[in-house]
């Protein structure tokens, strides 16, 4: 079992930048893929970031392309998201997920854990 707890959100004014972090616990976190999902008001859920196992890999919601980058730190079973440039659309619950067959997909159905969510909030 892997437990992901996301921390980092909170209000920002347009053009700032904040840093997620998604803790996980549990074993092999090494070898599992990382994806960073956010869900808008009244919207479903939509794919950010992801990265693979390796780290070698990673790939980006076009809107968010050049401003965002993900990364992990296997040594302290952590992934993160920095966000830059941060614009209101950016505007979400952002959640972390892990996918045991380590690819880093962008599919939700893909992934087999999820934290519980961290709202970013951007004024304009």
């Known amino acids: 079992q892997v437990q992901l707890v996301e921390s980092g959100g909170g209000l920002v004014q347009a053009g700032g930048s904040l840093r997620l972090s998604c803790a996980a616990s549990g074993r092999a976190f090494s070898i599992y893929g990382w994806g960073w999902f956010r869900q808008p008001p009244g919207k479903e859920r939509e794919f950010v970031a992801a990265?693979?196992?390796?780290?070698?890999?990673?790939m980006y919601a076009d809107s968010v392309k050049g401003r965002f980058t993900i990364s992990r730190d296997n040594d302290k079973n952590t992934v993160y998201l920095q966000m830059n440039s941060l614009k209101p659309e950016d505007t979400a619950v952002y959640f972390c997920a892990a996918d045991i067959i380590g690819s880093g997909s962008s599919y939700v159905p893909d992934y087999d854990y999820w934290g519980q969510g961290t709202q970013v909030t951007v004024s304009s």
């Open positions: 990265i693979s196992w390796r780290g070698g890999s990673t």
